[in-house]
């Protein structure tokens, strides 16, 4: 690999751990660099994972030093994240991605529009939402559903995590990245494992890119804890709508 192939996979290491941090989705900016480096599908996305990690272990490090976490939430649906997000790492090789992408799309065009319509969404928690029915709901939904999807596929995994929290338990946008970081960490986890075991991770570029990682991921988060909610809301618009367009591409054009 060519020394420029590598100086921009570091830089988009940078930035994916500044994105993850904030809102998730820097698997947005680092799977597409990996590829264009002539890696292939699989093996881009096991050496995405041995890269974000790092990168979003240390921002939970972070929001944990500084901000509440829903523990309530974040162990018994971490421990089932790693057991799906490695099913679905698993299952990657059987199921075609193109039959997730337009559901993922449609999903990710009504987050889009119901942030956009709900402007006070995740800016202040509504704990009266939070009850033994939802946190069940949430458990399931974060540690099942959307561990298995980061395992299968991966793009807005934490994306998706922020909007479970803030839309089933009420909670507010930075209380509810500090719970997604601790989820995300898991599917990670579960996935690597899977990818490890079949020698897909390129582990030199991996911790070479989860060291910037790490520094961009301490920055996003020491931003998103001193700007507050507000700013979450605005990067995750932003996020949303890059992934919208990303994989409407590969959907419709990309052929």
Not at 191 to 201: C, D, E, N, T
């Amino acid at each position: 690999m060519a020394a420029g192939e590598v100086v921009v996979l570091l830089v988009a290491a940078l930035a994916a751990g500044w994105v993850d941090a904030v809102v998730g989705g820097g698997g947005l900016l680092q799977l597409p660099a990996l590829l264009l480096a002539g890696l292939s599908p699989v093996q881009a996305m096991a050496t995405n994972k041995s890269a974000s990690i790092f990168g979003t272990a240390s921002a939970a490090v972070a929001y944990a030093r500084n901000t509440k976490f829903d523990r309530a939430v974040a162990v018994p649906a971490g421990v089932l994240a790693i057991g799906f997000a490695g099913l679905g790492a698993a299952s990657a090789a059987m199921l075609e991605a193109g039959v997730l992408k337009p559901l993922v799309l449609v999903v990710l065009l009504g987050v889009a529009a119901f942030v956009t319509l709900r402007p006070a969404f995740g800016l202040a928690s509504q704990p009266h939402l939070r009850t033994q029915t939802r946190l069940a709901a949430a458990i399931a939904l974060a540690g099942i559903v959307i561990a298995f999807y980061d395992g299968i596929l991966g793009p807005g995994t934490g994306t998706f995590l922020l909007i479970a929290f803030t839309s089933v338990l009420g909670m507010d946008f930075v209380n509810a990245s500090a719970t997604a970081k601790i989820l995300n960490t898991s599917t990670n986890l579960g996935a690597l494992i899977v990818f490890a075991w079949q020698g897909h991770v390129l582990w030199g570029l991996g911790l070479g890119m989860a060291v910037c990682s790490i520094a961009g991921a301490q920055l996003g988060a020491r931003m998103a804890l001193r700007r507050g909610s507000g700013f979450v809301r605005v990067v995750l618009l932003c996020v949303v709508a890059a992934l919208v367009l990303k994989l409407g591409y590969e959907q419709f054009f990309a052929r």
